[in-house]
């Protein structure tokens, strides 16, 4: 069939749907939603015999849904009703949900059923939630998978109705404002922070801390009663106890994260935060140690952050824990988990020597993982807001290098690198250097940098032609279009392919890294690994493919040849652009 993607945005679920139908053989044609008029002439040039929806927020035009089967994925079980779906479940702490395809029609999610999926929603009671970027990446996203593969098979169906649900059977929800998410810092700090996940990351909440208004996220459960001694020696330097034990006082800092005051006793971590600026303009979400800087330093807030320490990273520490480092059995496990997956200059090189930590332990083999999303390369937001923007993305970019050639290098035991999240530019090459990388069923990967306007560095000119091929590896850097985690292994990518499902992905990639770990594949694998890198540095030493990845680097982000400003500008202030046909 001709189907035609309907999006408001080609995030990562559109991707994932464009991927999967035309991996069925599906003619897939993509189109960004704009004006009602412009929308209506878009498919009526591609003249699809079906149209997609898996990511809209626009209205469908009467003269497109009245004239071409149009099917809506809506986040919400059958009979929910709005555009704020899963921020009320969250808010809610809703049990359960739902994900439902239904056809378009005038009034919104109100059409005829095609099909619908149920889920248990993770992490409820006193975790405060899932946040709302989690659920959709996570099980949102894979149970649209398997309906949009339903709708494509009975889309090819004469026979087939949709059912229709009466409209007294329905739940409207209205759009989710911020009067709506408001929460006072004397609220138990599970409801705060389930309030603010129910809008990570968009649109966050506004609150107030150090007396700057903010937008917050990535909130997190702090320790349940931090008394001063606990957090610093220094504290009674800050403030007195009065102020200390005043709900919605800052504590503590780590790792660009805030430590707040709640109800009970409680605390909550803020990861990151976004200046409301007083002009009505546009504010950058950052770390919210950015966000505060000049109030925590003269609040002389205590800063708890380190380099690397192997205590403080161990499970269940305690913390805002962004690395942790464990080992199960023979095996070390070293997982990070950064916002969006974005790898700022400090937290790449927290990773490094995390890296070089677990490396350097009597484990069997070591395997790297990434969160929710694997990693998206060096942090454009962090970059943005810097005072010399081209000198800090040329400090993030040497930072993840150093992360990149530890991989590449690594001799002491076998490394497997497990993509379980999306990843994109320099998230993809992050890992290839690794002696066995995995993906979990359902991954979209895309390994490119030219539409952000860079050349790309991460080693990819040895690593990425090494797994795939020199013309593959051109084609792929070239062409910008992702691909999924079979089409990973078929190009040399990827070495397998996990489970869908997370927990079963979790078993599966254990299993994995022991067979690597035992011998005689171990030391097979190791000596065929150190073979083959001492050969290939006697031919180019890998010092020559990064100092030529970086001169190329240099032109673009110091010299801005390729519009790196400009598309960087456009990515973190959320600047609409145009998105080809796909497949």
Not at 157 to 170: C, K, L, M, R
Not at 256 to 269: D, I, K, N, P, Y
Request: aromatic fraction near 6%; charge should be negative; charged fraction near 20%.
């Amino acid at each position: 069939m001709r189907i035609l993607l309907l999006c408001s945005s080609f995030n990562g679920l559109s991707q994932r749907a464009a991927v999967l139908l035309a991996s069925h053989g599906h003619k897939v044609e993509v189109e960004l939603a704009g004006p009602p008029g412009a929308m209506a002439d878009a498919v009526r040039a591609v003249d699809p015999d079906l149209v997609l929806c898996p990511f809209l927020t626009h209205r469908v035009p009467a003269e497109v849904w009245s004239r071409y089967r149009t099917v809506i994925i809506h986040p919400g079980p059958v009979g929910d009703r709005g555009p704020s779906s899963l921020d009320w479940a969250i808010a809610g702490d809703a049990p359960a949900w739902g994900v439902t395809a239904l056809q378009a029609v005038e009034d919104f999610d109100a059409g005829p059923v095609w099909a619908t999926r149920e889920f248990a929603l993770p992490g409820g009671g006193g975790l405060g939630g899932p946040r709302k970027s989690e659920l959709y990446n996570g099980p949102v996203a894979d149970l649209a998978m398997e309906l949009i593969e339903e709708v494509a098979v009975k889309a090819a169906d004469p026979e087939f109705a949709p059912v229709p649900v009466p409209p007294e059977s329905g739940v409207v929800r209205p759009l989710m404002r911020q009067a709506d998410r408001v929460f006072d810092w004397a609220a138990d700090p599970a409801a705060i922070v389930r309030r603010i996940r129910a809008a990570d990351g968009a649109p966050g909440v506004r609150t107030r801390l150090c007396g700057v208004e903010l937008m917050a996220y990535d909130a997190h459960p702090g320790p349940a009663s931090p008394e001063p001694r606990l957090l610093d020696a220094e504290y009674a330097e800050f403030a007195d106890y009065a102020d200390y034990a005043r709900p919605g006082t800052v504590l503590a800092r780590k790792h660009g994260a805030v430590l707040v005051r709640a109800g009970g006793g409680g605390s909550v971590w803020i990861g990151r935060a976004k200046a409301v600026p007083d002009d009505g303009g546009r504010g950058i979400k950052l770390p919210a140690t950015d966000v505060l800087a000049d109030q925590l330093a003269r609040l002389a807030v205590p800063d708890h952050s380190s380099l690397f320490d192997p205590v403080a990273s161990a499970p269940g520490a305690g913390g805002f824990q962004e690395i942790v480092y464990r080992r199960q059995g023979s095996l070390g496990r070293l997982t990070f988990d950064f916002y969006n997956g974005a790898m700022s200059t400090s937290q790449c090189r927290r990773l490094f020597l995390a890296l070089r930590h677990a490396v350097e332990q009597d484990t069997a083999a070591l395997v790297l993982e990434g969160g929710t999303v694997f990693s998206n390369g060096i942090d454009l937001n962090t970059i943005e807001a810097a005072a010399n923007p081209a000198l800090e993305a040329w400090e993030n970019i040497n930072a993840i290098n150093d992360i990149c050639r530890e991989i590449i290098t690594c001799a002491a035991q076998p490394l497997i690198v497990a993509v379980s999240g999306n990843a994109g530019a320099g998230g993809v090459m992050l890992g290839l250097g690794a002696h066995h990388v995995v993906v979990r069923s359902g991954v979209v990967l895309n390994p490119h940098y030219a539409t952000m306007g860079l050349y790309g560095s991460e080693y990819w000119t040895y690593t990425l032609p090494r797994r795939t091929g020199r013309a593959t590896a051109e084609r792929l850097t070239r062409e910008c279009q992702p691909i999924d985690a079979v089409e990973a292994v078929r190009l040399g990518l990827a070495d397998a392919v996990g489970p869908a499902d997370r927990g079963r992905f979790e078993s599966w990639l254990l299993d994995q890294a022991r067979r690597l770990a035992a011998e005689p594949a171990r030391s097979q694998l190791l000596d065929a690994a150190s073979a083959r890198l001492e050969a290939d540095e006697r031919r180019k030493p890998l010092s020559a493919y990064r100092a030529e990845e970086l001169a190329q680097m240099s032109q673009d982000m110091f010299a801005d040849r390729n519009g790196f400003a400009d598309a960087r500008a456009a990515f973190v202030y959320k600047m609409a652009k145009r998105t080809p046909a796909t497949a």
